[in-house]
């Protein structure tokens, strides 16, 4: 893969959207960083107003609760995306839903390919064996300054290929292509193809408002309808997700009644579906 002629095919599909909402972009592509968030997060801090930072290899990523990302050469791509979503800084929390269904939208788009959102933002693909397992993850991570957002930085991790371990996830890995890895071309239409979307999210969210989202969201969600088992940092259970809320939160149903959950790490009671019906 050349990172030169990936930027450049990037910019390219990029420039051929005639979208207002995402303004001057910075585009970095890497063979290798350390993590895609790190640099990400230096481009903001220096003042650059949006940018995606791409690479191929992440010597030191990261996901949720800072827990080892592993991201070897050959097998996905890795990449972050700044924005300054000022005017919705109270729904920051919501990023990772714009940028979950950003991912979903682009693969269906270029590949053809089904896929499914898990709550919050893990996405879900079918295998030939029939099981669908986890293809992407996200991490968005905000700062701060005198009690105003200043940046956010949301890191995305696709598997391009089988992953060599399925360390990264609790449950069955997926990925989006069997056969020979895709060429340039097909990586900058789904880079672009997720980079216009989501700030088309956002842009969407501060000037309407989180319903249209939020609906869209709920459409795609394929735990809404399936028995969880639930993790957060203070407890372990199990219920029926009965829907997500006007917070973004899944509304999980417990012998102590339906309760809301914001954070925390899910697995469907199981990955398997038949055709039509949720994960």
Known sequence: MDVQKLKSETA????????????ALLIECHES?????TRAAQLAKEGVPNALVVALAQTAGRGRLARE???ALGTGIYFSITSRPTSIAGDAYLVNIIAAIAVADAVRSVLGTDIRIKWPNDLLIKGNDGEWGKVCGILSESSF????????VTGIGINLRRPESDENFRVKAGWLFDGDSPDERTLALLLSGIVSSFFGGLDSLAKTGSDSLLKRYRSQCAS?????????????????CVGVGSGG?????????????????VVHATMKSAAGSAV
């Open 224 to 240: 809404i309808g399936q028995v969880i088992d639930l993790e957060t940092d203070s407890e372990k259970l199990t219920g029926l």
């Open 145 to 152: 300054r005198g009690g105003s957002l200043d940046y956010c």
């Open 33 to 37: 960083v350390s993590s895609t968030q």
């Open 249 to 265: 939160e899944m509304l999980l149903k417990t012998p102590d009644g339906v309760r809301g959950f914001y954070v925390g790490d």
């Open 69 to 71: 990302w592993k991201s």
């Open 12 to 23: 390219d599909a990029l420039s051929a959207v005639s979208d207002s909402t995402l303004g």
